[in-house]
């Protein structure tokens, strides 16, 4: 038997040390604990605390020793790490960017700090920060997979799907075996609109990963009512394998609907998106339509005309911005890539950057909210730099001469408050559809909307409410103007609505107008298939295909449903 170690801190250490190689983490972190106490001016022992109470499940403890290590000794790196690993790895990637930042610029040779802020960056929403970090890691890491993955991930992200696709073209090269390569490139080759390549790679993916649900979705994506009934068959049977993933099964689920509806075989297609959103939920959870409903409440409260009215001057005069808001699948791409003909006009696609801003502006309450919460209260002296910041991010690839510059996030009309401060000259396009058509398609789309109010259709219902209710609160304060773009007479008279859109932001009328699914632009959109096409009117009244599934949403949207 061992003798006891002294009663010092090196002491404790040891002990601690043994007593977690014995499985006893309880003494363990006694013995640490004590080590500290003898100990209080060490940086290496606050550390290991730090490292073990993460170990032992206490975010929470771990983070306060970390930031203890860095108050002490500043060019800690690896303190700088573990706070933003932490923070990451409780889900406040936000919080997270700026210790890995830090831990970074102190230890720029760092190969796991430098993965990590890359992967922070890109999934806080800035690919274009995270491009230069994931080219730095690829430099280093030579054929490593899951880099040249996540390097193409970004630039197809920042709408350079070729260059993405060349690279994945190159990686095969060198291993031709590889399944995830052929699903990124298929996608890549799908956002770039090469149906039939996309399609011989979905199937190589399958090829090597026999029942993968990526793949096979993404088959039946591309082909729909003409998908190959073998196919077909595969995806039913996954859907109906209580064994498979629900993340698996709502995947398929919502593909496999597409393909039964492309058919006219309605009753199954609705039965294929029950499955697939009741699979979402049990993996997601249920909707809280009432959660959301107070938080809008809150943010009307506050975005009325007396802000504006304080918040005069302080926005940036640029009149280049342009917002396309409204329900995902009410006609806003097909807006956007009509007006981006336009050779004045840019489409930078569905940017994240203004919900980026509303977590970066403190509000007066000290704390920073994160999207999609509204933002309760709000500093005006950061508008400026946001401003500048959001027509860096628009204008990134936008050709000389650029006088219209387009965000087509739909989802920004939660936040139009925030534009209309940062830019008080800008104009907004509000896409409007039949509600019912809206609710079936966002119903049989594999959508990631907030609330995860897409799963139910009333949970659809009381989205397209609050909408309304936002945007009639915004027509009525906001200082901007909004157009409203009846995608139903977009597609009755399209050179009408298109000159109607093009008066709006002051421009011209260009035949190219009508010639935008001749553009070789990639669409990462659900809609990217369809934009390829003319204008056609075959999705208006689609809703009537189901008529009899949609109570619960009726039910939400009243009497007079068609205009909710």
Request: glycine share 8%; with cysteine.
């Amino acid at each position: 038997m061992n003798p006891p170690a002294p009663a010092t801190a090196a002491g404790y250490k040891q002990q601690a040390q043994a007593a977690l190689q014995a499985g006893n983490t309880g003494l363990a972190l006694q013995h640490m604990q004590r080590a500290n106490e003898l100990a209080p001016a060490s940086v290496a022992l606050r550390f290991e605390l730090g490292c073990l109470l993460a170990h032992l499940g206490r975010p929470d403890d771990a983070l306060e020793c970390f930031r203890a290590c860095v108050a002490m000794q500043p060019d800690f790196a690896e303190g700088w790490h573990f706070i933003g690993l932490t923070l990451a790895r409780q889900g406040h990637l936000h919080d997270a960017l700026a210790p890995l930042r830090r831990a970074y610029a102190l230890e720029p040779g760092n190969q796991r700090v430098l993965e990590r802020l890359a992967q922070a960056e890109f999934e806080v929403g800035d690919a274009a920060d995270a491009l230069p970090l994931w080219r730095a890691l690829a430099a280093l890491r030579p054929g490593d997979e899951h880099v040249e993955l996540k390097l193409g991930e970004t630039l197809s992200r920042l709408g350079d799907a070729d260059a993405a696709g060349a690279l994945y073209e190159q990686a095969l090269q060198r291993d031709p075996a590889s399944a995830n390569l052929w699903m990124a490139r298929a996608q890549a080759e799908e956002i770039s609109g090469r149906r039939d390549q996309a399609e011989a790679a979905y199937e190589r993916a399958l090829a090597l990963r026999p029942g993968w649900a990526f793949p096979l979705a993404g088959l039946l994506g591309l082909r729909r009512g003409q998908a190959n009934d073998t196919r077909v068959h595969e995806a039913q049977a996954l859907l109906d394998d209580p064994a498979r993933g629900d993340d698996e099964r709502a995947m398929v689920g919502y593909e496999l609907g597409k393909v039964f509806d492309g058919r006219g075989d309605y009753p199954r297609a609705m039965q294929a998106w029950h499955a697939a959103n009741a699979a979402r939920r049990r993996d997601q959870g249920e909707p809280d339509p009432a959660d959301l409903a107070s938080r809008v409440d809150a943010s009307l409260a506050v975005f009325n005309r007396e802000l504006f009215e304080r918040a005069a001057g302080l926005g940036n005069p640029d009149e280049r911005p342009v917002f396309i808001v409204g329900m995902p699948r009410s006609g806003t791409t097909l807006l956007e890539q009509m007006l981006a003909a336009h050779p004045q006009v840019h489409g930078a696609g569905e940017l994240p950057d203004v919900s980026l801003i509303a977590r970066d502006l403190p509000s007066r309450r000290g704390r920073p909210q994160q999207w999609p919460h509204i933002l309760e209260d709000i500093a005006l002296e950061p508008l400026p730099a946001a401003a500048k910041r959001y027509l860096a991010a628009a204008l990134r690839q936008a050709p000389a001469g650029t006088a219209r510059v387009i965000d087509k996030y739909p989802m920004n009309y939660y936040l139009l408050g925030l534009v209309a401060l940062m830019f008080p000259k800008a104009r907004v396009l509000w896409c409007r559809r039949d509600p019912r058509d809206v609710a079936i398609s966002i119903y049989g789309e594999n959508f990631a909307l907030a609330e995860r109010l897409a799963t139910r259709l009333d949970g659809i219902g009381h989205l397209v409410r609050l909408q309304s209710r936002l945007m009639r609160h915004w027509q009525s304060v906001l200082p901007l103007p909004i157009l409203e773009v009846r995608y139903e007479d977009v597609a009755a008279d399209t050179q009408t609505q298109a000159r109607r859109a093009l008066d709006f932001l002051g421009l011209d009328w260009d035949p190219a107008c009508l010639d935008f699914h001749r553009s070789e632009r990639g669409v990462q959109t659900p809609s990217r298939w369809q934009v390829r096409q003319p204008v056609h009117t075959r999705s208006i009244g689609r809703w009537r295909h189901y008529e009899s599934e949609l109570a619960p949403l009726l039910a939400v949207l009243g009497d007079d449903p068609a205009e909710a």
